[in-house]
């Protein structure tokens, strides 16, 4: 199996300050390794995002018996007509997942205070909300992973009346992030200005919510609420690195 | 333009200490990038060195105006019928563009006495022979250049006799280095296995040495001979950094 990575930036390199315009993971047999790469640099070149300038692609083999299998999470809708109500829905089911009501403040606070989107997470206290990882601007990136089997991941998606790409990729990493240790609840927007809806997501599911930010706004990003009594280098290091499958 | 470059290893990525599988350079149009992007795979997958099993593709915007224009070096051929004869020519050819007898001796059994190939090249006093670069067995990699019109230098090597990819690329890349600030000379063989043709190039011309090594012998390297006054930062940016186009 291959682990296939893109991150695409605009500018320059992220490492050297470029704006962040897309990314994509996947984890797929040697046969689909080309096919992948190349639906991956044409997507990079047409994000609705920007033009990217700087794109970088990884393929790295990876051991199968490596790979950890995690459990697809169960899809809960939720319905509401402006951002924010879709902040009170977001805080209700942050605060369900366990994490506290002034965390889950701090955390939606952080996402509406980005300046621009961040190409990775952040990790907070799911208690007191303070940061806990020291990546700054550039955030936790979610890598290597993928869903074991995209067909009957897609079919699932297109009977529930939501399968896009957005949804299909976000509900794998959220899949990985609430297997992760020590991850209490997720919350997402998207950073696509063409794409309005976020998530809240924790063991017990993926609670999607329409809107939570005005059409055309290109800043979205991710909180992680974690336990304070967590391992954050092994949280870390699990989020990044561990290989994950997600099945259905 | 865009700079597209690629570099494949096995076991694992050249940083973690991988062993180095390939790599290319190209410098080319938008409409061209997903077609060479793709080649690149397709060869890092199918070199004669082994099957890597990392690789990374990174694709980066150059503005035109950042571009240096060289001119490309011309072929003199060569023709001995081993490798020793071939370090001996290699040695005068070296001694003819302005490189101490001692110093070429060095490079040659610098080259031989590597344990593997390295991705990138040792710069070395064209007078002592003490190694000036820092890099140990990664070695400078020339990076970010290509020929203006491929097609020209194709016809050009067929007229030749001796057009082979192994060819076109080298020429390419010793032009570059030719025209770099403080370089005397290189010397050069491939680490491909079924490859044993090397070359020494400096700015009077590139000659072709058609036996350095035995027919099999997976490890080869380049050595490039620099003034003792030159200014190696200097140089090693150029080699890394500059986006050169050879011209024919």
Same mark, same amino acid.
């Given at each position: 199996?291959?682990?296939?990575?893109? %991150?695409?930036?605009?500018?320059?390199?992220?490492? /050297?300050?470029? %704006?962040?315009?897309?990314?994509?993971?996947?984890? $797929?047999?040697? #046969?689909?390794?080309?096919?992948?790469?190349?639906?991956?640099?044409?997507?990079?070149?047409?994000?609705?995002?920007?033009?990217?300038?700087?794109?970088?692609?990884?393929? /790295?083999?990876?051991?199968?018996?490596?790979?950890?299998?995690?459990?697809?999470?169960?899809?809960? &809708?939720? +319905?509401?007509?402006?951002? @924010?109500?879709?902040?009170?829905?977001?805080?209700?089911? *942050?605060?369900?997942?366990?994490?506290? +009501?002034?965390?889950?403040?701090?955390?939606?606070?952080? *996402?509406?205070?980005?300046? #621009?989107?961040?190409?990775?997470?952040?990790?907070?206290?799911?208690?007191?909300?303070?940061?806990?990882? =020291?990546?700054?601007?550039?955030?936790?990136?979610?890598?290597?992973?993928?869903?074991?089997?995209?067909?009957?991941?897609?079919? %699932?998606?297109?009977?529930?009346?939501?399968?896009?790409? =957005?949804?299909? @990729?976000?509900?794998?990493?959220?899949?990985?992030?609430?297997?992760?240790?020590?991850?209490?609840?997720?919350?997402?927007?998207?950073?696509?200005? /063409?794409?309005?809806?976020?998530?809240?997501?924790?063991?017990?599911?993926?609670?999607?919510?329409? =809107?939570?930010? &005005?059409?055309?706004? &290109?800043?979205?990003?991710? $909180?992680?609420?974690?336990? &304070?009594?967590? #391992?954050?280098? *092994?949280?870390?290091?699990?989020?990044?690195?561990?290989?994950? *499958?997600?099945?259905?």
């Amino acid at each position: 199996m291959f682990s296939v990575r893109m %991150r695409a930036a605009q500018g320059r390199r992220h490492e /050297e300050g470029g %704006r962040h315009i897309s990314g994509a993971e996947r984890i $797929i047999p040697y #046969d689909k390794v080309k096919q992948t790469t190349a639906g991956m640099l044409e997507r990079a070149f047409t994000h609705s995002r920007g033009q990217a300038d700087f794109i970088s692609i990884t393929i /790295e083999a990876v051991q199968p018996s490596t790979i950890q299998q995690v459990p697809l999470l169960s899809v809960y &809708p939720s +319905s509401f007509l402006t951002a @924010e109500e879709g902040h009170k829905a977001a805080e209700h089911a *942050l605060v369900a997942a366990g994490v506290t +009501s002034v965390s889950a403040k701090q955390g939606i606070l952080s *996402l509406l205070s980005l300046a #621009d989107s961040m190409r990775g997470a952040m990790l907070l206290c799911a208690v007191t909300g303070q940061r806990f990882d =020291h990546t700054e601007s550039r955030g936790i990136r979610v890598s290597r992973m993928d869903i074991e089997n995209e067909n009957a991941l897609i079919d %699932r998606l297109i009977k529930l009346g939501i399968h896009n790409l =957005h949804v299909q @990729e976000a509900l794998v990493l959220a899949s990985k992030v609430a297997a992760a240790p020590g991850v209490v609840a997720e919350l997402c927007w998207s950073d696509d200005p /063409e794409y309005t809806t976020g998530y809240v997501a924790s063991a017990s599911g993926y609670i999607r919510i329409p =809107h939570c930010k &005005p059409l055309g706004n &290109p800043v979205g990003g991710r $909180i992680f609420f974690v336990d &304070p009594a967590a #391992d954050i280098t *092994l949280l870390e290091h699990y989020l990044q690195f561990q290989p994950v *499958l997600v099945k259905l």
